[in-house]
C-alpha cells in the first residue's frame, strides 16, 4: 500500500507501507499497514508461514503444520514425526502439496498431500547433528528441485527429488569473512534472474549469488550506522526489485523489519513489538 508524504522539499511524494504475516515468538498472525494486529493464528513462535491464495494461512511450528481459515477452522495438519526433533518449514506447492522440513536424527525435506500422507521424502545432508541448526527455510523450485540452507555446514545446498546434491552455494567464502564470520545461511531463494537471495543471520548480511556461487551484491551492517541487522531470519524479494529483511534478533524499539532497495537505501521499516522470525509482504 502506499501513503502521500512530504519529503524535504514539501513535495509530496509517494511513502511505503505494508501489511505482512509475521511468524514470530510473541505473535504469529497478520499485521496491517499502520502496524496493528488484524489476525491472531492464536499460537504464538511460528517457524514459517504464508498467506495462501483462499485466504487461509499456512503456519508452520515446531511441532506441527496447519493451515487455518480466518475463523480458525484447520483445513490441512500435519504433526511431525516420533523420530525428529522439530520442523522448520512450510510452503504450499503449486502441485497442491505442503512443503515441510524436518529436523533431527532423520533431516528430511516432505511433501505431504492434502490428506496430511507424505508423497515425496528427500533425505536432507545437513553436515550437522545438531537438530536446530540443520536447516531452515527450504523451497521447491520450478525446475522441480529444492533449495536448503544448512546453517553449521556454511552451505545452500540444491537438491534433486531423489537427494542428489546438484549444486552447493558456500557462504564462509573469505570475501565475506571466512568461517569466523558465522555466515550461517537461513534464507535462500532463487529468484527469477538465475541468481539465489541468501541471508546469513549470525554473519548479519544478505547476499545475492549467481549460479557459480559468486556474491553478486551484498547489503550488511557496514553500509549502515544505525546497525539494522540483527540475526536477520527471514527475507522476500519484492516485485519492484526491493529485499525485505527480518531481524530477528532486534528488540524494544529496534527495526525488525525493513525494505532495502538495490541501491541499499532504507525505504521502509517496521519497528512494532513483534520480533520476526519469518513474514510475508502481503501489500
Same mark, same amino acid.
Given at each position: /500500500?502506499?501513503? $502521500? ?33 488484524? &489476525?491472531?493464528?492464536?499460537?504464538? /513462535? ?5 498467506? $495462501? ?5 499456512? !503456519?508452520? &511450528?515446531?511441532?506441527? @503444520? ?9 483445513? %490441512? ?22 512443503? @515441510? ?17 507424505? #508423497? ?16 531452515? =527455510? ?45 555466515? &550461517?545461511? %537461513? ?13 546469513? *543471520?549470525? /554473519?548479519? +548480511?544478505? @547476499?545475492? =549469488?549467481?549460479?557459480? /556461487?559468486?556474491?553478486? &551484491? +551484498? ?24 529485499? #525485505? !529483511? ?10 525488525? $523489519? %525493513?525494505?532495502? *532497495?538495490?541501491? +541499499?537505501?532504507? @525505504? ?14 502481503? *501489500?
Amino acid at each position: /500500500g502506499r501513503a $502521500l508524504a512530504q519529503d524535504a522539499q514539501g513535495e509530496e511524494k509517494e511513502a511505503i507501507r505494508h501489511s505482512f504475516f509475521v511468524a514470530g515468538p510473541s505473535f504469529t498472525g497478520i499485521i496491517d499497514e499502520r502496524g496493528k494486529e488484524t &489476525w491472531n493464528s492464536g499460537r504464538a /513462535g511460528a517457524r514459517d508461514g504464508f498467506v $495462501l491464495e483462499n485466504g487461509n494461512v499456512l !503456519i508452520a &511450528w515446531g511441532d506441527e @503444520v496447519k493451515e487455518l481459515t480466518r475463523e480458525h477452522e484447520v483445513a %490441512f495438519h500435519y504433526r511431525k514425526s516420533s523420530e525428529n526433533g522439530e520442523l522448520g518449514t512450510c510452503a504450499r506447492l503449486a502441485n497442491g502439496n505442503t512443503l @515441510v522440513t524436518e529436523l533431527g536424527g532423520r533431516p528430511r525435506l516432505l511433501e505431504v498431500d492434502a490428506k496430511g500422507e507424505i #508423497v515425496v521424502e528427500v533425505p536432507l545432508k545437513p553436515e550437522t547433528d545438531n537438530a536446530h541448526m540443520q536447516t531452515r =527455510m527450504a523451497r521447491k523450485l520450478a525446475n522441480g528441485n529444492y533449495l536448503a540452507p544448512h546453517l553449521l555446514a556454511f552451505k545452500v545446498k540444491e537438491y534433486s527429488p531423489t537427494g542428489e546434491v546438484l549444486k552447493v552455494f558456500k557462504t564462509d567464502l573469505e570475501e565475506l569473512g571466512g568461517r569466523a564470520a558465522e555466515n &550461517w545461511p %537461513f534464507t535462500a531463494i532463487r529468484l527469477s534472474n538465475g541468481n539465489t537471495l541468501i541471508n546469513l *543471520t549470525h /554473519g548479519n +548480511k544478505t @547476499v545475492e =549469488m549467481n549460479p557459480k /556461487g559468486e556474491v553478486v &551484491w +551484498k547489503v550488511s551492517n557496514e553500509d549502515y550506522d544505525d546497525d539494522p541487522f540483527a540475526d536477520p531470519c527471514g527475507a522476500q524479494r519484492l516485485s519492484n526489485g526491493n529485499t #525485505v !529483511i527480518a531481524s530477528y534478533a532486534a528488540g524494544g524499539d529496534k527495526v525488525k $523489519l %525493513f525494505e532495502v *532497495t538495490r541501491d +541499499k537505501e532504507i @525505504v521502509w521499516r517496521y519497528m512494532g513489538p513483534h520480533r520476526v522470525h519469518h513474514f510475508q509482504v502481503l *501489500t
